[in-house]
């Protein structure tokens, strides 16, 4: 786990949780835990051979979810997490940028004729300029907010595996060499 004056980062893996309770017991005192609005967005996994569930994790400005895996270890059963962003609005938020790009070309063409009636030459080559202006900021704007929800997602994450650990009356464990990531 991270020390209190560093901030968690997605690299760092999350804990898992380790209890004496069955797979259906701890499933079933989640379900509580979301009916009474402590554990938001919680839905169990269809097909789920182990026991899965979904969870949201907040983020800025994209939200994503934890995604827990329920199995048991031997005498135990051992609650696993992973997080993943929630594809819609960055989609949404990317197809926005790029059907905003060629409108500015239009919009500024316009705005250079009205300002300058005689340099007709310069208004109607804008996108000779205005394209390489713009076209090269939109994957770095699309990296810069995933990479700031991916923090965010994390982050969230590690509040909810905590409030999980409460309802099952467990402490997280810090996270296993199998389930870490290296660097």
């Keep these: 786990m991270a020390d209190a004056q560093t901030p968690p980062t997605p ?3 999350l804990p898992e949780i380790r209890t004496e309770l069955a797979e259906a017991q701890v499933l079933e005192r989640l ?3 979301a009916r009474r609005g402590r554990l938001p967005g919680f839905l169990r996994m269809p097909g789920s051979t182990a026991g899965g569930f979904v969870a949201d994790a907040f983020g800025t400005p994209y939200d994503g979810e934890l995604r827990g895996e329920v199995s048991r270890s031997g005498s135990q059963t051992v609650v696993r997490f992973s997080t993943r962003l929630k594809p819609k609005m960055p989609a949404i938020f990317l197809a926005i940028l790029i059907v905003t790009v060629w409108p500015g070309v239009v919009l500024t063409e316009s705005m250079l004729a ?7 030459w310069l208004w109607r080559t804008t996108w000779y300029w205005y394209l390489p202006l713009t076209v090269p900021f939109v994957p770095w704007l699309m990296w810069s907010t995933l990479k700031r929800s991916r923090a965010a997602v994390h982050a969230s994450a590690l509040e909810q595996v905590g409030k999980i650990a409460t309802e099952l009356g467990a402490a997280s464990a810090a996270p296993t060499p199998a389930n870490a990531k290296g660097p």
Aim: proline letters at 15%.
């Design 11 to 13: 690299a760092q893996p």
């Design 31 to 33: 379900e509580t835990a």
């Design 114 to 120: 009205s300002l300058l009636p005689g340099w007709g």
